[in-house]
């Protein structure tokens, strides 16, 4: 009895012609006319009896004698099972594999369209848009590929499928490799296609994640142009092209195109792979802002909507305060409506008070500054929150501003999450794919307003957190799609720089919040209370003592003044007086707000003051100030 090695290269490769299989039944799939053929196999175009679908089935070709060494059929399922690990809707779908007598075959997705290459062999060089839109696509299937441990060796135009309605998806992953073929030493194998081959690779060395994007800048500058970028009569020149020859300028062929496209793909087809994109995802983001270029440059063929951004200069509504309702006390005793120190500033007071207005105008001009990208705004925690908020109703009208706080334990994943969360988009199960989707939204609003602005409150130098923020800097930095507001304590862009994190550079601005001086102090004071007032209410008046007491209590810092001045209004208002005194200012809590407590549980005022010891303290403050000491001998109830 004849019996056939588990490993024997299939009979039907070398004794039947696969290209006549029209009508033959392999499992469910009923093969129904050839479309395609490879070194490896045939691609037929079949339907699933079973699911009632059309499916591409790949038959294996590939005989023992132009195998190298390598069993055909072990290397054809390979393929299966290294894109079975991707799942990315821009990668071709494995349905399953299988060994039906002499034949092996693949059975995948199929799709509607045409290759990329049959694209240009028809129409010639894409439409920048078009071609850029590939790109993205085919970026994306590389890195969900590079991220399950694939390296897919052969991308080139004829493996890029682009279906009908503009989706692009990578297939053909004969020659790829897994984990363990960089682990055993297969990776030195020189495959793919000249034209698109890394230079490493034809000096021998082995395939990395940066092999492929080389062959997927290759394939760009071919959609773009109409030729790959180094053509030749035989592979002998095409190798020292590849080697040797200068990175060609892809705006010799199309002018039009923006500088950014040149840059995109020079960098992606430097010599050596430290120069070119770190990885796959980063080049997706650079060419987003490419194809941003393109549409605004009207190098595309395609119409773009204009974009409908605020002129800078254009004056934005004031929003509608926000600010908290004022607590029963301070609105019974005093007539507020607002809580005139609520949430570490009063809207109002802080919109109207210096120094912090000045310093919001510097923010918002930073902001609509296009060629920024990062600002840091470091001081007080209270006055930072407040600026943010502010930042944030200002600029409402005109662009996306989110306000997220990065807490310092939050790990690069939660951090991420949060940024995600603020933005409306669902949790990702990764933080690439929160990148992504955060980019993409970015890039939505960038079309249809200004350039989108994230604000991070509350940023520390800890490891935990500085690892996702060099990541959001690394989406911002390279996708041109958002600018990064960083609001942290004195000293944040040294810590940050000290901890290791790689900063742009270019243009950035960093804001101190400075501490209140006493003029400061007291303009903040009174256009807060001011403001929180309901209309018609008669006014409230601070003594001199009372403001000198609080800005030496607070050292100038706003959580401080907010704390110590709304405690001195509660104590004023269960005394019904509209006159704020030294006693309030002295004995007001600066770590307690006291405006939920009974007005029989407040300090009650003695019957005679101040003590000599708070003249004492009252009468150096007043020489700081430049004022006369204190009258001896006069003393009142306080």
Known sequence: MNRTSPT?????????????????????????????????????????????????????????????????????????????????????????????????YIAMEYVVGSSAEAVIAERGRLAPDEATDILLQAAAALDAAHRSGVIHRDVKPANLLVGDRGVTKLGDFGMALGSAELRTGTAHLRVGTPYYTAPEI????????????????????????????????????????????????????????????????????????????????????????????????????????????????????????????????????????????????????????????????????????????????????????????????????????????????????????????????ADEASEEACLDALVERFVDEQRRLATPLLVLDGVTAEPASAAGLARVLEAARWSGSFKVLLAGAPGLVDALARGGLELPTERNLELAVPPLDREGIAAYVRAAIEAALAPGAPPIVVSPDAMLLLALRS?????????????????????????????????????????????????????????PEVIEVIDACRRGAGLPPWPRGRTSRA
Not at 81 to 98: D, F, K, M, S
Not at 258 to 283: G, N
Not at 567 to 576: F, G, Q, Y
Request: charged share 20%; aromatic share 6%.
């Open 8 to 104: 024997a290269e299939p009979r039907g490769p070398e004794q039947e012609d696969l290209t006549r299989l029209a009508g033959v039944k392999l499992g469910n799939y009923r093969l129904e006319r050839l479309i395609g053929r490879g070194r490896m196999g045939v691609v037929y175009l079949a339907k699933d009896e079973a699911l009632l679908r059309p499916t591409a089935i790949k038959i294996l070709s590939w005989r023992v004698a132009d195998a190298q060494g390598h069993d055909p059929v072990q290397w054809f399922l390979t393929e299966a099972r290294l894109v079975a690990r991707i799942n990315h809707p821009r990668v071709v779908q494995i349905y399953g594999a299988a060994r039906q007598g002499d034949h092996c």
């Open 202 to 425: 034809w000096s021998g060395a082995a395939a990395t994640p940066a092999s492929d994007i080389y062959s997927l800048a290759a394939t760009y500058f071919h959609l773009l142009t109409g030729r790959p970028p180094y053509p030749g009569p035989d592979v002998a020149t095409v190798e020292q092209g590849h080697l040797r020859g200068r990175v060609p300028d892809v705006r010799a062929l199309v002018p039009t195109l923006p500088a950014s496209c040149a840059a995109l793909v020079a960098r992606a087809l430097a010599k050596t792979p430290r120069e070119r994109h770190a990885s796959a995802q980063i080049l997706l983001w650079e060419g987003r802002r490419v194809l941003q270029d393109i549409v605004a440059a009207g190098a595309s063929s395609r119409s773009a909507a204009p974009k409908a951004a605020r002129p800078a200069s254009s004056p934005v509504p004031p929003p509608a305060s926000s600010a908290p309702p004022a607590p029963r006390l301070l609105a019974e005793g005093l007539g507020f409506i607002h809580r005139p120190f609520g949430g570490g500033a009063s809207d109002a007071g802080l919109r109207a008070g210096e120094p912090f207005a000045a310093l919001r105008r510097q923010l918002v001009e930073a902001v609509r500054d296009e060629g920024r990208l990062l600002v840091a705004l470091t001081g007080d925690a209270e006055a930072r929150t407040a600026l943010c908020q502010e930042l944030s109703r200002e600029l409402a009208g005109e662009r996306l501003t989110l306000v997220v706080a990065a807490p310092p334990s939050a790990g690069s994943r939660a951090l991420l999450q949060g940024i995600c969360r603020a933005a409306g988009l």
């Open 555 to 611: 050292d100038g810092v706003l959580g401080r003044v907010d704390c110590i001045a709304e405690n001195m209004l509660v104590l004023a208002a269960a005394e019904r007086r509209r006159v704020l005194r030294s006693w309030h200012a002295w004995v007001a809590s600066d770590a307690e707000r006291w405006s939920d407590r009974a007005a029989a549980a407040l300090p009650r005022p003695p019957d005679v003051w101040p003590p």
